[in-house]
């Protein structure tokens, strides 16, 4: 079955340096997202990401975190300048164009010191 | 945001018998509904989707929806000691953001 591929599976990190967390999406899927999950929390939206552009982001991603698709394949989330409190599980997740509900990578486990 | 409310459990059943989980929604104009599964330390699966009022069914899964009481459930019949895990309630808000609830953590005892 096809899977959704994320690396590394656990990124630390000291407080004020960037990270890129990668991702590789299911190959026919149109849409991309990442959600995060603080431990013992609910899973969180970040960002959705359709033709190539953001088509929706909520309160959290703000002006440190962006998102690209360098190369067609890849789908990364950079965090510019991490704090205490970005420390989560990191879900990239693909949905193709029957709408069926998502497919969640295994997830970058990080942990900001 | 709209907001999608779990029992966080534990909800603890004995082997064999019928899991029932439950979830509630504010949105009244949501159309679609997602159940996941999510281990310990690991990614939510999905399980089941529904979207139309009434019942769907699975294998040992089904789902239930009632749309005029903003609820949708999840049955597991015939529970194994494997479906001990966190069953997270979706919902989708606009084109394509799903909204997670806290989650129900099963416990099947055997």
């Known amino acids: 079955e096809p899977e959704v591929t994320q690396t590394p599976s656990h990124q630390v990190t000291q407080m004020g340096q960037e990270v890129i967390l990668r991702c590789v999406p299911i190959?026919?899927?149109?849409?991309f997202y990442w959600y995060r999950q603080i431990l013992g929390q609910k899973v969180e939206f970040l960002v959705s990401?359709?033709?190539?552009?953001?088509?929706?982001k909520s309160e959290i991603f703000d002006d440190q975190f962006s998102v690209e698709r360098p190369d067609g394949s890849n789908f990364t989330l950079k965090i510019r300048s991490t704090k205490l409190e970005d420390s989560a599980m990191y879900f990239c997740?693909?949905?193709?164009?029957?709408?069926?509900?998502?497919?969640f990578g295994s997830g970058t486990r990080l942990t900001v010191v | 945001q709209k907001e999608v409310e779990q029992n966080s459990g534990p909800l603890s059943v004995p082997e064999g018998a019928i899991a029932s989980l439950n979830c509630t929604y504010s949105d009244r104009g949501s159309q679609s509904f997602f159940w996941y599964r999510q281990y310990s330390g690991k990614s939510p699966e999905l399980i089941m989707f529904?979207?139309?009022?009434g019942d769907k069914e699975d294998g040992r899964f089904t789902a239930q929806l009632n749309k005029a009481s903003q609820y949708v459930s999840l049955l597991i019949r015939d529970s194994q000691p494997s479906d001990s895990a966190t069953y997270l309630c979706?919902?989708?808000?606009?084109?394509?953001?799903?909204?997670f609830g806290q989650g129900t953590r099963l416990t099947i005892n055997p």
């Open positions: 529904i979207y139309s009022n």
């Open positions: 979706a919902v989708k808000e606009g084109a394509q953001k799903l909204v």
């Open positions: 990401f359709y033709n190539n552009e953001i088509s929706e």
């Open positions: 190959s026919n899927h149109l849409y």
């Open positions: 997740a693909s949905m193709g164009l029957r709408n069926y509900g998502y497919t």
